[in-house]
């Protein structure tokens, strides 16, 4: 019965986590699942047009996790801020986040436009498909320059978006959310296929309106937040100024850094892992993308998880209510965990049909119908990892999320994935799930130390 008790909430808690978890599910789900459809409308086009595409938006990952990184950052801040009620801290956060992201934007930007194709090129290998690798180079080149165009309002999305999340607003995000992928999906169909008497423009198509959705979404979150200052009282003032208190931008850029530098090197690390996949024919490459786009629309429940842990865990803590916070985090995770044994199942049952939805080869059918049944096996290993993450992130150990995250990344998932790749004859599905379940040792560790409590710090507990 304690265990029961330990575990597992009332009604009243599962509402309040559902109020702050839902929206975010919605809009993850959304977005993933048009991004699925998009996937399919490319890959209905064909293989070089997908593998392209797929390649470019595993390249775009690195800058999109790089942002998220420094947002983070400083919304471990922003959270515990909002929780004591100091409107001038989330303000200052929220400039902080601004400086950042924009260096961040400039330097990549710079690297993509100057060595895109050499990056590309990295994942490109074959004996015998000289042709589709040529062919699948030249559409990732057009997608990547036109996507260039996009970062720009993604950057200050993420900004607001974060920020209002930490201030407990998710509803907004979630609705600029659902309108941004139905323009998407909508100009996908026109412009990908030349629909209604529109350009048939393919490749370029499905850029284009993923840049225009953009600007759709950084419009809507940015002008409510705006004319909702009443709401938001951090807005106000927030561009009179440029002002951050040192000491408030010395511990940010403390806990912060290593924030940053770890999603930098974990999407690093997952395009490394890619790469090293991908040296088993451009084949594994497609039948990854596919798989990929099909695991991350069931994937966002735990997602959403790991955002809610942040946000109700760190305002916890930030009111000082610590034995709270420890028995809510242990509740969230668990609701986490046994959700995606549910969800897992459901995806093992549909996994050989969501491939028959593309128009490839067999042996990529086959090969993303068994990496989809791999990825949901996993699935409560991922969902106990994720929530382990974003508790020790909430308290502000981000060196030890680091130690956690990316360095067990690149010390043992990509050294046996680069030997097993490289100097083996193993098969890439047996290949595939080796490395998969080596994760394991990280659920082993993310336990002892969420079990000790090393995260239970309040950060804001002076003014700054």
Same mark, same amino acid.
């Given at each position: 019965?304690?265990?029961?008790?330990?575990?597992?909430?009332?009604?009243?808690?599962?509402? &309040? @986590?559902?109020? !702050?978890?839902?929206?975010? #599910?919605?809009?993850?789900? *959304?977005? =993933?699942?048009?991004? /699925?459809?998009? +996937?399919? &409308? @490319?890959?209905? !086009?064909?293989?070089?047009? #997908?593998?392209?595409?797929? *390649?470019? =938006?595993?390249?775009? /990952?690195?800058? +999109?996790?790089?942002?998220?990184?420094?947002?983070?950052?400083?919304?471990?801040?922003?959270?515990?801020?909002?929780?004591?009620?100091?409107?001038?801290?989330?303000?200052?956060?929220?400039?902080?986040?601004?400086?950042?992201?924009?260096?961040?934007?400039?330097?990549?930007?710079?690297?993509?436009?100057?060595?895109?194709?050499?990056?590309?090129?990295?994942?490109?290998?074959?004996?015998?498909?000289?042709?589709?690798?040529?062919?699948?180079?030249?559409?990732?080149?057009?997608?990547?320059?036109?996507?260039?165009?996009?970062?720009?309002?993604?950057?200050?999305?993420?900004?607001?978006?974060?920020?209002?999340?930490?201030?407990?607003?998710?509803?907004?995000?979630?609705?600029?959310?659902?309108?941004?992928?139905?323009?998407?999906?909508?100009?996908?169909?026109?412009?990908?296929?030349?629909?209604?008497?529109?350009?048939?423009?393919?490749?370029?198509?499905?850029?284009?309106?993923?840049?225009?959705?953009?600007?759709?979404?950084?419009?809507?979150?940015?002008?409510?937040?705006?004319?909702?200052?009443?709401?938001?009282?951090?807005?106000?003032?927030?561009?009179?100024?440029?002002?951050?208190?040192?000491?408030?931008?010395?511990?940010?850029?403390?806990?912060?850094?290593?924030?940053?530098?770890?999603?930098?090197?974990?999407?690093?690390?997952?395009?490394?892992?890619?790469?090293?996949?991908?040296?088993?024919?451009?084949?594994?490459?497609?039948?990854?993308?596919?798989?990929?786009?099909?695991?991350?629309?069931?994937?966002?429940?735990?997602?959403?998880?790991?955002?809610?842990?942040?946000?109700?865990?760190?305002?916890?803590?930030?009111?000082?209510?610590?034995?709270?916070?420890?028995?809510?985090?242990?509740?969230?995770?668990?609701?986490?965990?046994?959700?995606?044994?549910?969800?897992?199942?459901?995806?093992?049952?549909?996994?050989?049909?969501?491939?028959?939805?593309?128009?490839?080869?067999?042996?990529?059918?086959?090969?993303?119908?068994?990496?989809?049944?791999?990825?949901?096996?996993?699935?409560?290993?991922?969902?106990?990892?994720?929530?382990?993450?974003?508790?020790?992130?909430?308290?502000?150990?981000?060196?030890?999320?680091?130690?956690?995250?990316?360095?067990?990344?690149?010390?043992?998932?990509?050294?046996?994935?680069?030997?097993?790749?490289?100097?083996?004859?193993?098969?890439?599905?047996?290949?595939?799930?080796?490395?998969?379940?080596?994760?394991?040792?990280?659920?082993?560790?993310?336990?002892?130390?969420?079990?000790?409590?090393?995260?239970?710090?309040?950060?804001?507990?002076?003014?700054?």
């Amino acid at each position: 019965m304690n265990l029961r008790k330990k575990l597992f909430g009332d009604r009243a808690f599962y509402k &309040m @986590v559902l109020t !702050v978890a839902v929206p975010i #599910m919605i809009q993850n789900g *959304i977005t =993933n699942f048009v991004g /699925l459809l998009d +996937n399919i &409308m @490319v890959g209905r !086009v064909g293989t070089e047009q #997908m593998s392209g595409i797929a *390649i470019v =938006n595993q390249l775009l /990952l690195v800058f +999109n996790l790089s942002i998220f990184g420094a947002i983070s950052g400083a919304g471990i801040f922003c959270a515990q801020f909002f929780g004591c009620g100091d409107q001038k801290g989330v303000r200052h956060t929220f400039r902080f986040k601004l400086y950042i992201c924009l260096l961040l934007l400039l330097s990549g930007v710079l690297i993509l436009a100057v060595f895109g194709k050499n990056l590309i090129l990295m994942y490109l290998h074959g004996e015998g498909q000289e042709s589709s690798l040529t062919a699948a180079l030249q559409y990732g080149q057009e997608y990547l320059w036109i996507m260039l165009v996009g970062l720009l309002p993604f950057v200050m999305e993420q900004i607001y978006t974060g920020t209002l999340r930490e201030c407990g607003e998710t509803m907004v995000p979630m609705k600029a959310g659902v309108i941004a992928v139905l323009v998407n999906l909508v100009l996908n169909w026109l412009l990908i296929f030349g629909s209604l008497g529109f350009p048939k423009l393919g490749v370029a198509g499905a850029a284009i309106a993923t840049v225009i959705s953009r600007y759709v979404q950084a419009a809507i979150v940015m002008i409510w937040t705006h004319r909702h200052s009443e709401r938001m009282p951090f807005i106000a003032g927030v561009y009179k100024s440029i002002g951050i208190p040192g000491g408030l931008v010395g511990n940010i850029l403390r806990k912060g850094t290593p924030l940053m530098i770890n999603e930098v090197l974990w999407s690093a690390g997952m395009a490394m892992l890619m790469q090293c996949y991908s040296v088993r024919g451009l084949s594994v490459v497609a039948a990854l993308n596919i798989s990929t786009t099909i695991s991350n629309v069931f994937n966002v429940v735990f997602i959403a998880m790991g955002s809610a842990i942040s946000i109700i865990v760190g305002q916890l803590l930030g009111a000082g209510k610590m034995d709270e916070a420890r028995e809510t985090d242990t509740r969230l995770i668990a609701f986490s965990v046994f959700s995606c044994f549910g969800i897992g199942t459901i995806l093992i049952i549909c996994a050989p049909l969501f491939p028959m939805m593309y128009n490839t080869t067999l042996e990529v059918k086959t090969l993303a119908a068994d990496f989809i049944r791999i990825a949901a096996l996993c699935m409560p290993l991922a969902a106990f990892m994720h929530a382990s993450y974003f508790t020790l992130r909430s308290g502000g150990k981000t060196v030890v999320t680091f130690l956690f995250d990316s360095v067990f990344l690149w010390c043992v998932s990509i050294p046996l994935a680069y030997v097993l790749s490289r100097f083996t004859g193993m098969p890439i599905v047996p290949l595939y799930l080796c490395c998969q379940l080596v994760d394991i040792i990280k659920c082993i560790i993310g336990f002892i130390l969420v079990k000790k409590g090393v995260w239970i710090n309040n950060l804001v507990d002076t003014k700054s």
